[in-house]
């Protein structure tokens, strides 16, 4: 049997005081059973799926609501796809009881019986995911319920746990001898200093407690046996129980992050005040290993080494996310698959791959504590309202068939391989060595028109630190208004995408310059499309919110017909037409208002250093604008683009209100700590520009509002504009959970 591909749905249900979260409200699947059959066409042979406790029998079996796992898990039956059935994912139960309450175990294995009773062609469960990293979160952390913060609350929720995966799998079983259990827990590795190495030592033990307890390996040989009885005040034969009850995996599921692996250093002043900690003994600081020059061995081949060695189970990768930009996505679970296949034959019985999660995840950069909204799109992006497929669903799909996936983002290593991933170097810069994963390097460059201006600019500077190779072209080597030109460029260069960011960017100059405008901003667009078409290449070219006439009082989505005020506008709306109908696979992204910390000149950057000089500053106090992030406006546009998705799309960042240059400037100049005071908001007829501008040009979406809200945006151009200005150390390019880092120039 080959190695498998799953999938998985975030699904957990996790409580915070008296709140609930429940991410399949979040993210749409609770309403969508259409959601199944695309998870049939990625390939994928099993799938982690919920069957939730605190959702199916909130208040109690005797009113139990079995209406929508009824529907699911009939028709992943028909689609023939094994569901492999969570029961609680980092949850405590329903109201009336927790971990720490001593008859959750019972009450779990109930609901199992009665769940087995129901679905006794269901022959995988996960009764309770990740009980170990469960009981740090609830009892030891206090960031979810019940709130504890000591060692014998974090041991009794681990025990309370597993006594209830032993008890729910008896349960089960009786129903379905053969059912299997496939335990899940979060397995990383922790390094240190030779200082701490005690820390690591005991930290590397209790990593595995979750399955040593279930295979009834904790006895008063193990190395865990005096903390938990001495320390931690544990019954020895709370734990004697287990030799009673073993209940032994059928399968090691290795839930593995990048975050999961850690490294201490007393030398904590050399890091960031957020990584500082310590136990009762001493202060350190503790950081992924990833950010750390160490010559140890570190990620995931050496873990699933000593997964396979502790326990000669069959292993699984239950969990495979990585929070990141689409293209180091895409490499993680390519990465991961990889070094699966490589640890089978090497001898290790590794079964499967689950990417996680399939519809992506809310709120775990604040580990589940609120409700800000915070997105992860996964194998589908769901912001659009309905669940649209990245890159890594082109990817699954590969892998799942056997194909060698030919994504040209898979021609470099991911960051985590990469020298600039250090930091905090120890002792030196790591040199740059071959990727571990099999990767053939592709060296078809990403073509990027407009290499003098701001956004081509900028798209260089993002495709450094992502790992994209590019080819930045200027006006004296490119003209792309003329097709012998154009075609002797991308013969040259073979490139496997084209950007357009060249243009006539004068707005009132155009209204003199007609025949200009039109040419840098129409025709070169529509040479490039109709040569891209030609060849088969991928095309992403930008255009305005200036192609509205701004009669509309409501936001503009991308099906709005256009209807320009003046020639720059009319030449970006001509460039839409011809563009998409030469290339239908064009991808034409409608922006406003850039503002950025690498240059000079934008509108943010002017206001900001005229304000503080104590100078006047005049703005327009009645258009109504969508202020667009440069960096956020690359990163989507090269997501949407390595997405391989089509037509128009708005992107820009939200406002939670309208907003006019005007109040632009002063809610820059608030974060800034800057008086507004000498800020002049004026009408626009005041300012006499030749061109007509739209009262109303904000941008909505219809497809997916992708960019974080333009209070983020500004608070990260300030942090961004900051490193700029020092031009020292490492800057970072920031989007998603992890960060990329580059050199600042």
Known sequence: MGLELW???????????????????????????????????????????????????????????????????????????????????????????????????????????????????????????????????????????????????????????????????????????????????????????????????????RRWLTWDLLCGMVDEDHMMWDHLVIREGIEPAALEWFHAHRCPPDVIGVNHYLTSERFLDQHYSRYPASTHGGNSREAYADTEVVRVDIDEPTGLRPILS????????????????????????????????????????????????????????????????????????GVYDIRGGSPRPTAIARLMVDLGSGTEPQDPVLGQPGWWERPARVLYPRRRRLPAVPSPSGYQFDGRPLLITGGTGTLGRAFARICDARALPYRLTRRHELDIAQRESVDAMLDRERPWAVVNTAGYVRVDDAEADEAACMRENAHGAIVLAAACAARGIPFVTFSSDLVFDGSKTTPYVESDAP??????????????????????GSLVIRTSAFFGPWDDYNFVTVALRELEAGKSFAAASDGLISPTYVPDLVHASLDLMIDGEVGVWHVANPNSGIITWAE???????????????????????????????????????????????????VRYFRERKRTDEAVGVGCVLRGTEVAAIAVE
Not at 42 to 66: F, M, T
Not at 319 to 332: F, I, N, P, S, Y
Not at 563 to 584: F, I
Request: charged fraction near 20%; proline fraction near 6%.
């Open 563 to 584: 209807a320009p005020l003046n020639v720059y506008g009319r030449s970006k709306a001509e460039a839409e037409w011809h563009v998409l109908s030469q290339h239908p």
């Open 7 to 205: 999938g998985g749905v975030e699904c957990t249900v996790n409580r915070v005081g008296d709140r609930y979260f429940d991410q399949l409200h979040r993210n749409g699947h609770h309403e969508r059973l259409s959601d199944l059959d695309l998870f049939a066409g990625l390939g994928i042979k099993a799938i982690r799926y919920p069957v939730i406790w605190e959702r199916v029998a909130p208040h109690g079996l005797a009113s139990a609501d079995w209406t929508w796992t009824d529907q699911r898990l009939n028709r992943l039956r028909e689609l023939g796809i094994r569901p492999i059935v969570g029961l609680i994912h980092h949850g405590s139960g329903p109201v009336g009881t927790d971990l720490l309450e001593p008859h959750f175990p019972d009450k779990l294995a109930e609901f199992a019986a009665v769940v087995a009773h129901r679905y006794p062609w269901v022959d995988a469960y996960t009764p309770v995911n990740e009980p170990l990293t469960t009981a740090r979160f609830s009892a030891l952390y206090g960031h979810w319920y019940p709130h504890r913060q000591d060692g014998n609350s974090f041991s009794r929720a681990l025990l309370n746990q597993c006594r209830a995966v032993s008890l729910a799998m008896a349960a089960i079983r009786e129903v379905n001898p053969k059912a299997q259990l496939v335990q899940t827990d979060d397995l990383g590795k922790t390094y240190s200093t030779p200082r701490l190495q005690y820390q690591a030592e005991f930290e590397n033990e």
């Open 664 to 714: 632009f400037a002063r809610k820059a100049a608030a974060l800034a700590s800057v008086s507004d005071r000498r800020l002049q908001a004026r009408p626009t007829e005041i300012f006499g520009w030749p061109a007509w501008r739209p009262v109303n040009t904000v941008l909505g979406s219809e497809r997916g509002v992708l960019l974080p809200p333009l209070d983020d945006a500004l």
């Open 306 to 377: 000593e997964a396979w060695h502790r326990y000669e189970l069959p292993l699984a990768i239950t969990e495979a996310h990585l929070g990141c930009t689409r293209d180091e996505q895409v490499r993680w679970l390519h990465h991961v698959w990889k070094t699966c296949v490589s640890a089978r034959a090497d001898g290790a019985d590794v079964r499967a791959v689950t990417a996680w999660s399939l519809l992506g995840a809310f709120d775990w950069d604040s580990l589940l504590t609120r409700n800000a909204g915070h997105y992860e799109p």
